[in-house]
């Protein structure tokens, strides 16, 4: 028999920090006394709670209590009626020493607006994707958090079958718009044995974390700073919520690392939960994923917590501690402030690991790849601290890299079991990584271990091993280990970079700690000095330094070490494939021999060794050694293309013809070749080949990109200071003879000839027809209405044989594109830019046209002879293009500023409280810039907002100024 559902809704309006409140004293549905109400208010209630019937929508009963709605919906739940709890919108309640019970059949929900608490719609959460935290600031929190609960000396209880919703509007990087959110104080918390959807926030009043100097003890790793308040799943518990990832790549960059068994990011967390976690042995968790991929958006659930028994994938997965004592394992957000905002910096995680856990993978799928990090090292960053507690057990059976700032700490009697790699980064692992994302400087990640380590066979680590127990429990287990497993590369970042890291730790030699390598085969105990005991491989250091000569230095080199001079088992100590070209310490083994492979340099000898150098050689090693090498003189070329897509993916590949070394650069950036040396630049290949304009070549140093549109290259040329410019093709060689800077202009996308642009008057003219200073028709975001206004700006490039994208909609008409163009997706609510390799992912949306919504329903691809048109109106920027409203793709940052309605118009909540956040551009500010009318004609006011979301940097925003102060400055508006 189909259940009745009764749905409660539930009105607040207070004020919690107001010293005037009065207590709410209405309630229909119980006789409820002003002594006990919980809900303070500014006003006197009225209507606060309503109760409905099924799909009513006539009230049947009120509440003014959070207390007496869930004691009415517990007891209509026992006749099998499943009962839904809604708090209403811009309630905040505060409930004072109570304990609240959600029973089987009850559901608790805290929206953010109206009924919603959560959405899966691809056109309303895109919106908000890729913004960062909404709860940052004051102003934040204020325009964000639409449902608040504040727990004060209570208790939450949330049994098996009931379930508690606390709504949120979240994307990528965790909850970036609307919110609800319940606070605990130091003596409140909830125990769950049923079920939590926390897409908004659990925090704490005055956050107590373990991350705070004066909580910061060893000794209390289970709450003891904060033991009354906490968050606790049984065994029956669930919950999911939010994972954010910071530095997800995305399009070729997302595919090129997952394909080169990169893991494509590296900092994650579960921000969302913030105050003490633990979670029973049986307890499951769940992580909603949302990512941004080619344009398109991805709303992945991926396991987080199960059960070793359960045959799941998740992150972790649970075992129990033993058959008396089932563990649990604990999660700890510690916010670096204690006012309740959320923010990205060095926030960390504290994981505490009190049973059996053994670490699994993440799995995401996404269109156009999958991410199973099973595959490659999982990354644990700065965000994430791991403890192994007493008698508890970890178990590592995939690849994991710590990177610098995590760590992982075992306790005594904690045991870490090892079958896979595991390696930890130092703090400057990341210097030579293009595309890594890790951006900061964090220590070396730390490994302590003052339990036991114990490696399989198949074991493999790279790691700085520290201890710090001085009664001789602690032990490393390497018997099953080669002395070729005790190193571990990992690889990194779009250029493939080994990072490798030798296995080592601090011993007493001859009375003195020091650093040594650890040895096969062998077991180490820990010492009352806080290092090891065991058989070690001394090591001497190898210093190389380059000689600072010239402007420009050239002098490349690489290390090996190897077992005698005839190098058998040699192992390269630089990263695979890459040459040093800065001083650089390496650590070699004693009675080992070390080659330094030394090319582009003038010379190269030993200091106080009485060794001639030659670089074919191996020498060896047993004491510290020092390279000195005099290097060539060189010259810098600079390589910079136009834009930072299409052309901006392009690589230049470079080749120094004596040496025949090569290196590549991607997009922007510099290399040093030795002075009058021969090169080649081979850049016609690469990610974004196909729009690349025309290449040229000019003599001077390399003072800044090349600007993402609007400059030519004389202007370019001009503004750098370089001379001699001259063209050429997409294949040059030359002399190395002064610095020299190569740059390539793109093919700026836009209209065939042919488009027709919609006239004031209702009429079509085709676009290579019209002039600047003509009246078109626009759509005013600011009203949503239609409204005429001047082309300030008609930019033709030169006629060619051009590909052409053809999309076509379902009122008839065509549009012919090249490269790319923006139009109005009334599905995301945003103008999006189209291109040949985007453009399958909007088949089937529907485009704003002069006739209304159209949907694109197909495209062509084919060449054909034309020039490439662009079109910008005075103000409003768009135009409408064959009927459809579109924009340019070069001027991003001057549209999406703000969020739209399905009505055009700027949403006015988003507009209100990113101009709070964020304020207008004067024209004080930037009359040093541009005339009152360009201010005026650019929306430039908007400008500030912008800048402050991310979508236009300064630099880039100077560049657009300067591009188009031609055109206010030719055509006088």
Request: some cysteine.
């Amino acid at each position: 028999m189909k259940k009745k559902i009764f749905i409660i809704i539930f009105t607040v309006l207070f004020s919690i920090f107001s010293f005037s409140s009065i207590f709410a004293t209405w309630n229909i549905a119980t006789d409820f006394s002003q002594e006990n109400a919980e809900i303070k208010i500014n006003k006197k209630a009225k209507n606060v709670v309503e109760n409905y019937k099924g799909n009513s929508e006539t009230p049947y009963a009120r509440f003014v209590t959070l207390e007496a709605a869930l004691e009415s919906a517990n007891a209509e739940a026992l006749s099998g009626t499943e009962i839904h709890v809604y708090i209403i919108t811009n309630s905040e309640i505060q409930v004072q020493n109570k304990n609240l019970t959600l029973n089987d059949g009850v559901n608790l929900y805290l929206p953010y607006d109206g009924k919603t608490f959560f959405t899966d719609s691809q056109d309303e959460y895109s919106s908000y994707m890729t913004k960062t935290f909404s709860d940052n600031n004051a102003t934040g929190v204020k325009n964000n958090r639409k449902c608040y609960v504040e727990l004060i000396n209570s208790t939450l209880t949330i049994n098996e079958g009931a379930e508690l919703y606390i709504g949120g509007e979240f994307g990528s990087k965790g909850v970036s718009g609307r919110y609800g959110e319940i606070a605990l104080d130091k003596y409140s918390k909830i125990i769950c044995s049923g079920s939590i959807y926390a897409y908004g926030y659990i925090k704490e009043l005055k956050t107590i974390n373990f991350n705070q100097e004066e909580n910061k003890d060893y000794e209390k790793l289970n709450n003891e700073n904060d033991s009354y308040r906490y968050l606790k799943f049984t065994k029956t518990g669930y919950l999911k919520t939010p994972l954010a990832i910071h530095d997800l790549k995305s399009g070729n960059q997302l595919t090129t690392l997952v394909e080169s068994n990169i893991c494509p990011f590296n900092i994650f967390e579960f921000p969302n939960i913030q105050t003490f976690t633990s979670f029973e042995y049986g307890a499951k968790m769940d992580a909603n994923v949302r990512m941004s991929v080619s344009s398109s958006y991805f709303s992945i659930t991926t396991g987080v917590i199960r059960t070793q028994e359960s045959g799941e994938n998740a992150l972790f997965l649970t075992g129990k501690k033993s058959n008396d004592d089932e563990g649990t394992v604990s999660f700890e957000y510690c916010p670096t402030n204690t006012n309740g905002y959320t923010t990205v910096g060095n926030v960390p995680t504290y994981i505490y690991i009190n049973s059996e856990l053994s670490i699994g993978s993440l799995e995401m799928e996404v269109s156009i790849v999958t991410i199973n990090t099973a595959d490659y090292f999982l990354p644990f960053s700065y965000k994430m601290q791991h403890f192994v507690l007493d008698g508890a057990k970890l178990n590592i059976s995939n690849k994991i890299k710590y990177l610098p700032g995590s760590s992982l700490f075992i306790q005594n009697n904690g045991i870490l079991n090892l079958s896979s790699s595991l390696i930890f980064y130092k703090s400057d692992s990341f210097d030579n990584v293009i595309g890594s994302g890790y951006s900061g400087t964090y220590d070396d990640a730390k490994f302590i271990v003052n339990g036991k380590l114990e490696c399989s066979e198949s074991a493999a680590i790279g790691a700085f091993i520290e201890t710090t127990d001085n009664l001789g429990v602690a032990s490393l287990n390497f018997k099953n280990i080669a002395q070729t497993n005790l190193t571990v590369s990992s690889y990194d970042g779009t250029n493939n970079y080994e990072v490798k890291i030798t296995s080592s730790g601090n011993f007493k030699i001859n009375n003195e700690i020091k650093s040594a390598q650890f040895k096969e085969r062998t077991t180490f105990y820990s010492s009352s000095d806080c290092c090891w005991n065991g058989e070690y491989i001394l090591t001497s250091i190898v210093q190389i330094n380059i000689q600072d000569l010239y402007e420009y230095n050239i002098g490349n080199y690489k290390v090996y070490q190897a077992d005698d001079a005839n190098g058998t088992n040699a192992i390269e100590l630089t990263p695979d494939g890459v040459y040093f070209d800065t001083n650089y310490q390496f650590e070699i083994q004693q009675n080992k021999y070390v080659k330094i492979e030394v090319i582009r340099a003038y010379s190269a000898s030993f200091e106080n060794n009485t060794n001639i150098f030659a670089s074919s050689n191996y020498y060896l090693v047993t004491d510290d050694i020092t390279l000195n090498i005099i290097p060539n003189e060189g010259i810098l070329l600079g390589l910079t293309t136009q834009g930072t897509s299409g052309a901006g993916g392009a690589k230049f590949t470079v080749t120094e013809t004596a040496s025949n070394y090569v290196e590549e650069i991607t997009s922007n950036g510099t290399l040093k070749l030795i002075k009058n040396a021969a090169f080649t630049v081979d850049f016609s290949w690469g990610m974004g080949s196909t729009s690349m304009d025309k290449a040229y070549i000019a003599e001077g140093t390399f003072v800044k990109n090349y600007p993402s549109s609007g400059s030519t290259p004389e202007n370019y040329c001009s503004e750098s200071n370089l001379t001699n410019m001259k063209e050429i093709s997409f294949k040059y060689s030359a002399q190395a003879t002064t610095n020299l800077v190569i740059f390539v202009t793109s093919k700026t996308g836009c209209f065939a000839d042919g488009t027709l642009i919609l006239m004031a008057d209702g009429t079509y003219k085709a676009i290579e027809n019209i002039e600047a200073g003509e009246l078109i028709q626009t759509i005013n975001h600011e009203t949503g209405k239609l409204e005429i206004q001047r082309v300030f700006a008609i930019v033709e490039k030169e006629v060619g044989n051009y590909e052409v994208l053809r999309l076509k909609f379902s009122n008839g008409k065509y549009v012919d594109v090249l490269i790319e163009h923006g139009f109005f997706d009334m599905n995301l609510l945003q103008y999006v830019q189209i291109n040949k390799n985007n453009v399958f992912n909007y088949i089937g949306h529907s485009f704003y046209s002069i006739d209304g919504k159209v949907q694109l329903e197909g495209y062509d691809i084919f060449n054909t002879y034309t020039h490439i048109w662009s079109i910008a109106s005075y103000k409003n920027i768009n135009a409408f293009a064959n009927g459809m409203l579109s924009v340019s793709d070069d001027i991003e940052g001057f549209y999406n500023i703000f969020e739209y309605d399905e009505n055009l118009k700027y949403n006015p909540e988003a507009y209100e409280r990113d101009l709070q956040l964020y304020g207008l551009f004067s024209y004080e500010e930037l009359k040093h810039l541009i005339s009152y009318e360009m201010y005026e004609g650019l929306n430039a006011k908007y400008l500030k907002v912008a800048i402050g979301k991310g979508l236009v940097t300064m630099e880039k925003l100077l560049q657009y100024l300067e591009k188009y102060s031609q055109y206010f400055n030719y055509h006088k508006i």
